[in-house]
């Protein structure tokens, strides 16, 4: 079973504050990575994706990719109360996504 | 507007009763996949199909059958054997196979057994 693995959290941030989120996967032959972000009984809303090793960012966010590790992270600048949210991290296994169970994000004022 | 649809938002089943779940797109996507989240778990796969007329297991497939033969629906039913129906589904479509290019998400259906 290729896994793909997330700390469940919470992860408690104050705002204006950088939030780093981490994931790693089992599956070395994979080549797409994926940040989603779901609210409390929401559907998942794509945020980030990356392909390459590195950094990619995209306004506050910046995803990073290191293939050799195994290992997938998200940063989130300036963290505001509304990037309160469970993150899941979703990796191509050749047929559909493997998502991991995710990080509860909390964001203090 | 493109996207996907879901239908019913909420759906109650009672003991060893069939029910459906829709799931239509408009975003000319090939591939189509059904989820299951359950409180606290990521998603876990029941089904898949990367083209009209064919589809696949995923990892937790028994209890439930899908049709394709639409590319625009990709239907789910959830049969009385289905133990423990009860969570929160979830349709995706993708523009190419294998989601390497990412989903687009439907607003879910949650089911509740009675």
């Known amino acids: 079973q290729k896994e793909v693995e997330q700390n469940s959290g919470p992860l408690s941030v104050p705002e204006g504050a950088i939030a780093s989120l981490n994931c790693t996967y089992s599956?070395?032959?994979?080549?797409?990575f994926f940040w989603y972000r779901q609210y409390s009984g929401k559907s998942p809303e794509l945020i980030m994706f990356?392909?390459?090793?590195g950094d990619k960012e995209d306004g506050r966010f910046t995803a990073q990719l290191n293939k050799a590790s195994q290992y997938v992270s998200l940063l989130i600048r300036d963290s505001q109360p509304s990037d309160s949210a469970t993150y899941l991290c979703?990796?191509?296994?050749?047929?559909?996504?493997?998502f991991g169970k995710g990080t509860s994000l909390l964001v203090t004022p | 507007d493109g996207g996907i649809t879901q239908s019913p938002k909420y759906l109650f089943r009672k003991e060893g009763q069939n029910v459906t779940l829709s799931c239509e797109q408009n975003?000319?996507?090939?591939?189509m996949y059904w989820y299951r989240q359950d409180p606290g778990q990521g998603l876990r796969l029941i089904y898949y199909?990367?083209?009209?007329?064919?589809?696949q297991k995923g990892d937790i497939a028994e209890g439930y059958s899908v049709s394709r033969e639409k590319k625009e629906s990709f239907p789910l039913t959830v049969t009385s054997a289905q133990k423990n129906p009860t969570a929160f589904y979830l349709c995706?479509?993708?523009?190419?196979?294998?989601?390497?290019?990412?989903?687009?998400f439907g607003s879910g259906t949650r089911l509740t057994v009675v």
């Open positions: 995706a479509s993708s523009i190419g196979p294998g989601g390497n290019y990412g989903y687009t």
């Open positions: 599956d070395r032959g994979s080549q797409s």
């Open positions: 990356i392909y390459s090793n």
């Open positions: 979703a990796v191509s296994n050749g047929y559909a996504l493997n």
């Open positions: 975003l000319n996507h090939d591939a």
């Open positions: 199909s990367q083209i009209v007329n064919d589809f």
